[in-house]
């Protein structure tokens, strides 16, 4: 089907005013039994809320390899692939790390644990794949901040991704408290699309991956969504943060003495491929937004350090 051919359930960044589309796809697509991966209540506060925080679904020896492996990355960035190191703005500091997944062995390993794979394909309903793994890094007194934002609005416009059916999980590799930068999001938000305004220049991705300027929501959009309130999932390191893709969320900068570092893996059915995209001609390059490597996730049960050894 060609690009102009298709009907687009979630336009944006196509018309002159801001708008809400209400969602039309589910956010649980399983049905909960007993032998599920999380419990009822869980599942009901994910479906409602758009998010879910797992404290201590990593054990800690397993966060201090995954810690170990990230300094590894970060302090060699010219052994990685080009583009895939991103700095902080005005500033030499790393902010990101891409496509870890494909670059690391503990990574790859951690993508497809059966502690987050195994909730993934229950949430998504299907078989998953990576669509993009990074870490992100907020150093101490320096880290920036990341604007709100809907995750799904940028994968839809600049990915070609057709359905709200993906998610994110973050791992905390460090204490995300308060004050250091912590994810927010808007409990409810991901139950509208927040369209939005500016046509999309080509390769905004250099520009997003520092500072996002086109896929942001307007401040009346934002005021709307956030009059369900704002919530701040924290917790110590090895807490795994869940959340939808459609969700509002955004972080504040780390004006503190202590780092923020999390690992971010995407997970998107497989029946939810790339196609082309809806906003600009040229797709975003693969380690944002995998196109050629979407094999399904066999979920493995052995914890990481048996798979690293």
């Known amino acids: 089907m060609s690009a102009a051919s298709r009907v687009d359930l979630y336009p944006s ?3 002159p005013k801001p708008r809400f589309i209400e969602r039309c796809d589910p956010v649980v697509y399983s049905e909960w039994s007993p032998g599920a991966p999380l419990a009822r209540d869980k599942v009901n506060a994910y479906e409602r809320n758009g998010f879910l925080a797992l404290e201590g679904l990593l054990r800690a020896d397993e966060v201090e390899l995954l810690l170990g492996e990230g300094a590894r990355l970060r302090a060699d960035p010219a052994a990685l692939e080009d583009e895939t190191v991103i700095s902080e703005p005005g500033a030499g500091a790393v902010r990101s790390v891409f496509k870890i997944h494909r670059q690391n062995d503990v990574f790859a390993r951690l993508a497809c644990d059966a502690r987050l794979a195994g909730i993934a394909q229950f949430l998504l309903g299907d078989d998953v794949y990576i669509h993009q793994s990074r870490l992100n890094y907020k150093p101490g007194f320096q880290g920036k901040e990341f604007y709100w934002h809907s995750d799904f ?3 839809h416009v600049e990915d070609g991704m057709p359905r709200m059916r993906a998610l994110s999980m973050s791992v905390l590799l460090t204490e995300n408290t308060p004050a250091n930068g912590p994810t927010m999001f808007m409990p409810g938000s991901h139950k509208r699309y927040a369209a939005c305004v500016g046509e999309t220049p080509d390769d905004h991705y250099k520009q997003s991956l520092k500072k996002q300027e086109y896929g942001v929501p307007d401040e009346a959009s934002l ?3 956030a009059s369900s309130g704002i919530e701040m999932p924290t917790g110590p390191a090895g807490t795994v943060v869940i959340f939808d893709c459609n969700v509002m969320h955004g972080s504040n900068s780390n004006i503190t003495p202590m780092p923020r570092s999390n690992a971010f893996l995407v997970f998107n059915a497989v029946s939810n491929k790339l196609e082309a995209p809806f906003g600009p001609m040229t797709p975003r390059p693969e380690f ?8 399904a996730i066999m979920p493995v ?9």
């Open 13 to 15: 960044r196509s018309t």
């Open 153 to 155: 609005e940028t994968w």
């Open 223 to 225: 005021a709307d969504l």
């Open 288 to 295: 944002i937004a995998a196109r050629e490597r979407t094999e």
């Open 301 to 309: 049960e052995n914890p990481l350090l048996m798979s690293a050894a």
